[in-house]
């Protein structure tokens, strides 16, 4: 038997999301087919200290055994490649410092006896240095990106203006206007752009990413054909792209419980004490935090929007180094004063949600997002429309597809911004008024509602035998099992 079976070497990038999302299709792909065996190489992020979320998280990948699933945690250089002022460093060093542990975990698997072949490296968006490594062992490589197909089109359309159109995408992601990108239906606003290409350090790295994921043999992407149809088709359309398939919704429908079951249950128990589709509910991902100023707005908008509400509120990072969120010991430090008593019974203030079991509730009825794609997937698998808050990395552009090109949501924000990598950060405060509008449109505009809803019924039926992402994956699947026949 273990000759016969198609050996797949993953490797994400060092972010939750990037390996959940991986550890998610690993599952899949074994589930679907017995010829297949998975090996996850997990990267250790570089800012991640004992105890913390995803360190926790890998230690719990290192001791689970999953069937033809396995997980090597690679080793790290002892100063790793990170500068905290230089937060492209990443990217651009940390992770390709990773290349020679890659290397002699692959050759050490070959030198078994009785081994089997390997298929295919899988590698994330952020790990195409990793493509090399996989043509010195003749191994063909795969991409999982674990975003959308629209942003994956724009990626292709910046380095085709940069290489092949001689344009200045930072002048253009810096100006105020607009432009036709072939994965978008309407013409994107520059300061919608993804943060990285608003620097010359991060262009770089983009574009040299970009130009080795033109040399994989296919693009596997966390989407559905419909949901992203026109992206999908632009996609399909250009012949100097590899092929693309989309393989989603790839969601962990268990959700985990960080703060404990205990923790967890009082959330869902004051849930089950709220009207159907009454309640929004407000939460920023695990980098999500804002200052004490945009705290008290978010906290009059939502008394003033009269609805209720059940809102994640993180304390930010006490150092520049972390980018990872905390908790308020008492949250009514950074509140209007008041707040919580008028609001005891139609509201609950928590630190860190269990964002798939709240979803899930039937007493939600809407979601204000930071719009990271995880997240705007699940929302729609669970038919909850959307308010958009972009925070960092492409969400400003996720955030312009559902409200502008699907209709899917309504705006907060499209261009906020709130993150490291790009120049001119965003320090507007939104104010209680634009946050008590969009709360209202989301509870009360049924049109948006409706179309969620039907999404979500094309989200289910999409995965299952017969639809075109179950489909996809079994088209992958042959090609992984044909490599080593």
Known sequence: MANTLAKLIFIPAPGVGHIMSTVEIAKLLVNRDQRLAITV???????????????????????????????????????PLVDPKSPMSTFSEFIPSHCKYVRNVVADMISQPGSGRIAGFVIDMFCTCMVDVANEFNVPTYLF???????????????TLSDDMNKDVIELGNSDTEISVPSFVKPLPTNAFWCLVHTREGLDFVLRSVRKLREVKA???????????????????????????????????????????????????????????SVVFLCFGSMGSFDEAQVKEIARGLEQSGHRFLWSLRRPPSDQTSRVPGEYEDPSVVLPEGFMERTRGIGKVIGWAPQVAVLAH???????????WNSLLESLWFGVPLATWPLYAEQQMNAFQMVVELGLAVKIKLDYRKDA?????????????EIESGIRRLMEDNEVRTK????????????VEGGSSYASLGCLIEDFVRNVS
């Not at 001791?63 to 002892?78: A, G, H, V, W, Y």
């Not at 039937?362 to 990271?372: L, M, P, R």
């Open 41 to 79: 190489l997990v990267i250790k992020p570089p800012s991640s200290s004992s105890g913390s979320a995803i360190d926790t998280y890998i230690e719990s990948l290192a001791k689970s055994t999953m069937n033809r699933i396995s997980f090597i945690q690679l080793p790290q250089d002892e100063t």
């Open 219 to 277: 693009i596997m992407v966390n989407t559905f054909l419909e949901l992203e149809t026109h992206a999908m088709e632009s996609l399909s359309a250009d012949v100097s792209i590899p092929p693309v398939y989309p393989v989603g919704p790839i969601l962990n429908l268990e959700g985990g419980s960080r703060g404990g079951k205990s923790f967890d249950h009082d959330i869902i128990r004051w849930l089950d004490g709220q009207p159907p589709s």
């Open 452 to 463: 969620v809803k039907e999404i979500s019924a094309k989200s289910r039926s999409t995965v």
């Open 145 to 159: 990106f674990t975003s959308n197909a629209t942003f994956l089109g724009f990626k292709f359309y910046i380095q």
């Open 362 to 372: 039937h007493a939600v009825g809407g979601f204000v997002s930071h719009c990271g």
């Open 421 to 433: 990598y790009t120049p001119k950060v965003n320090t507007v405060i939104v104010t209680a008024k």
